[in-house]
């Protein structure tokens, strides 16, 4: 089967977080592309959610952020769910 070249654009750092991901899951970006493009043509359609994950705004990345924060420099309280085993 003949192959054709497909260019891609997207935000540097995006590409080398893609990279990292598909180098831990044993692929290349290449390989990432190919197994959607063959699942979104057989199924004739997005093959995951597109939806927007409220874990992921800005609101709660910047509250987790904080509580790093917090943590790193000693000053993180213990979770009144989590069992202490000390």
């Known amino acids: 089967m003949a192959q054709t070249m497909v260019t891609i654009r997207m ?6 977080d893609m990279e990292s991901t598909c180098q831990e899951l044993g692929m290349n970006m290449t390989t990432a592309f190919l197994i ?5 043509t057989r199924e004739k359609r997005i093959p995951f959610d ?3 994950d409220p ?3 800005e ?4 509250h987790l952020r904080r509580g790093i924060a917090a943590l790193n420099a000693g000053k993180g309280q213990e ?3 989590l069992d202490s085993e000390e």
């Open 36 to 40: 959607f493009a063959k699942k979104m």
């Open 50 to 52: 597109v939806s927007v």
């Open 79 to 81: 979770h009144e769910l």
């Open 11 to 16: 935000d540097e750092s995006l590409k080398h």
């Open 55 to 57: 874990f992921y705004s």
């Open 59 to 62: 609101e709660n990345l910047a």
